[in-house]
């Protein structure tokens, strides 16, 4: 129990700011203006600078880190793969098939998951907690677009993807980030203290967005809640239970492995839902798991972290 209630105390500060979201949008004070802009601040400024800070501090070479981003690879492609037998087994709708190469791998990794790890872990998690998040992103915007476009008939567009992967300033920074440590380039005093300002703000703001945002949800009925508690059980709990066993057998550090878990747990991000909306595949479910995945999060994140250690 007190290993919980340490774990707890980890995580709270960081719900709390959650919670101060959500009370400014159900006060009306915050609108989804917001949360636009807000959201736009992080992607395009706070977290490339964090990215970018975080790799600064790489302690050994990058290839050390190609068992890590291969075993994430693996579980986050089985993971979306996992999505034809069950659609197969419950004979789900080809919508409800399409959201759930979204809904099974790709949690909050970077919104939520990198102000975890850093609270739980410490700053020296900072670089993994980056090159995890590149990883995350780089099969979402490739292989689950592919799939759902796949099932909707669609010729996949090459170059669109590409296009999109370019302009995703998430990947951009990672790959900056690189650069600098491949080549051991010095980045100037007040670049980096300018970097090291923008990294600072970015957890404040996103948790206080994601708060606003979980205001703003509508309330659904028990069948609809029922559905979204089964897919939180799976993405949360079982898939990275599946994982962390199989994580066992692998020769990748300790800190590494806590942290893909962590990761693999994260509930459900907002990134996922805004392709819910571009792709029309039941948004108001995912808004829904948005939700009741952050919520219950407060509980099962601890959990992980007590028995990751």
């Not at 707890?8 to 979201?21: A, D, M, N, S, Y």
């Not at 090459?158 to 790959?175: F, R, W």
């Not at 029922?226 to 079982?238: A, N, P, W």
């Not at 550090?253 to 990761?263: G, Q, R, V």
């Given at each position: ?12 500060p ?51 880190y ?13 993971s ?18 399409k ?28 670089p ?57 380039l ?119 972290i007590?028995?990751?250690?």
């Amino acid at each position: 129990m007190d290993a919980f209630l340490i774990a707890f105390e980890t995580v709270l500060p960081l719900f709390l700011v959650i919670f101060t979201g959500f009370f400014f949008s159900k006060a009306g004070t915050a609108t989804v203006q917001w949360v636009d802009i807000l959201n736009k601040y992080a992607l395009w400024i706070g977290f490339p600078a964090l990215v970018i800070v975080s790799l600064m501090q790489l302690q050994s070479e990058l290839k050390e880190y190609l068992p890590l981003i291969l075993l994430n690879s693996a579980y986050i492609i089985g993971s979306m793969l996992l999505s034809y037998p069950l659609s197969w087994l419950f004979r789900l709708p080809v919508n409800i098939k399409k959201a759930l190469f979204l809904i099974l791998p790709f949690g909050n990794v970077a919104y939520l998951g990198i102000p975890i790890l850093e609270n739980a872990y410490g700053n020296e998690i900072l670089p993994v907690a980056a090159i995890l998040s590149a990883v995350y992103v780089f099969w979402m915007l490739t292989l689950a677009l592919t799939l759902i476009e796949v099932q909707e008939n669609k010729v996949i567009d090459i170059g669109k993807l590409i296009i999109s992967l370019l302009k995703n300033p998430l990947l951009l920074s990672v790959i900056v980030g690189i650069i600098i440590v491949s080549f051991r380039l010095t980045v100037p005093v007040i670049l980096d203290q300018t970097l090291r300002f923008f990294s600072q703000s970015v957890t404040a703001i996103v948790l206080f967005s994601l708060g606003i945002f979980l205001g703003m949800q509508k309330a659904g009925n028990l069948h609809d809640w029922l559905q979204v508690s089964i897919y939180s059980f799976l993405s949360m709990i079982l898939l990275p239970a599946i994982f962390y066993t199989g994580l066992q057998f692998s020769s990748i550090p300790s800190a590494e492995i806590k942290a893909s878990i962590l990761e693999a747990a994260m509930p459900l991000g907002l990134t996922p839902y805004a392709l819910s909306v571009q792709y029309n595949l039941e948004s108001k479910l995912f808004a829904r798991m948005v939700v009741f995945a952050t919520l219950i999060s407060i509980i099962i994140l601890p959990l992980w972290i007590m028995v990751l250690g």
